[in-house]
């Protein structure tokens, strides 16, 4: 019995060998803040260079977690990100299940109505948002971020490219059986859009996370901030202290790190479904 060798070619290694660079270019700086958190602001000065701290000490990130109300910028960036996650997830599934199977007047008209506002920039629409908000006074609070993100064009689109690939058939033995719209969309759909949602929740949990226009322009008590917004205020006060700064940094970066670890394998999915279609 021969045993094959699996071998190369010289294009498929340059591949590989491209990609590695890149993947290290990009890692390194995340790398280097990481183990700058764990150094003093005078041996990151003195040896900027270095990535392994020669003394490790945690002083950055009891600097962070006691001479800063953190504690009070994650839980606001946790309730907005994970609210806003959950309904943009129900919104889209629902209504792009709505658009994919059902037969209405209107429908291809509102759909793509719904396209084009993808097209508008966001710097638009941030001064009517603002007013809105002010006017039925949710100035300053958190919902001034929940609200305005609560429905997803991107998510609509995505759902319902994935509904169409869903046969017709599987509703409509649902339906002889007896089973209802909801039960439908619960028992049949949403098993089926797994991967969809496991994408759709990471470009939502990533983008609603790192958003810093949004809380800057809604609110304005530093209790209130998001984590983005407030390492900025943050950066600004410790402007001395690099390690507390990086520290800061580092801790922002532990719940998107945990979501992509749990998510990762229905992103994967969802990008391959995506891209065989």
């Known amino acids: 019995m021969v045993n094959a060798k699996k071998s ?14 890149v993947s290290a270019v990009i890692v390194t700086p995340y790398i280097w803040m990481l183990f700058a958190s764990f150094k003093t602001t005078n041996e990151i000065r003195q040896n900027p260079g270095a990535i392994v701290p020669i003394k490790w000490t945690l002083s950055g990130y009891i600097t962070v977690i006691t001479q800063s109300p953190f504690f ?27 658009f994919a ?29 603002f007013l809105i908000i002010n006017a039925i006074g949710l100035y300053n609070t958190l919902y001034a971020l929940i609200v305005p993100s609560m429905v997803s064009a991107f ?14 058939s599987l509703c409509d033995a ?13 028992q049949i759909i949403i098993p089926q859009l797994r991967p969809c949602i496991g994408a759709l929740a990471i470009f939502t949990f990533l983008g609603v996370w790192n958003d810093y226009m949004g809380p800057l322009i809604m609110l304005a008590e ?11 205020f943050f950066s600004t006060q410790r402007s001395n202290d690099i390690g507390a700064v990086m520290a800061a940094s580092s801790l922002i970066m532990i719940p998107v790190t945990i979501v992509f670890l ?12 995506t891209g065989i279609k």
Do not use: H
């Not at 649902?174 to 619960?186: E, L, Q, S």
């Not at 992103?267 to 391959?272: A, C, L, Q, R, S």
């Open 8 to 21: 190369y070619s010289p294009l498929v290694a340059l591949i590989i060998t491209v990609l590695f660079i």
């Open 72 to 98: 009070y910028w994650l839980r606001n960036s946790a309730i907005i990100t994970v609210s806003v996650t959950l309904i943009v997830l129900f919104t889209s599934t629902i209504t792009g299940y709505v």
């Open 101 to 129: 199977k059902y037969r209405f007047k209107g429908k291809n008209a509102m759909f793509w109505l719904i396209l084009a506002s993808m097209m508008v920039p966001s710097q638009i629409t941030m001064i009517p948002n």
């Open 155 to 168: 998510g609509i689109f995505l759902c319902r490219q994935f509904c169409e690939d869903i046969p017709n």
């Open 174 to 186: 649902a339906i002889i059986d007896g089973a209802g719209d909801f039960r439908i969309f619960y």
């Open 222 to 232: 530093v209790r209130n901030m998001t984590l983005p917004l407030a390492l900025s």
């Open 262 to 273: 749990c998510f990762q394998s229905q992103f994967i999915k969802g990008i391959t479904m």
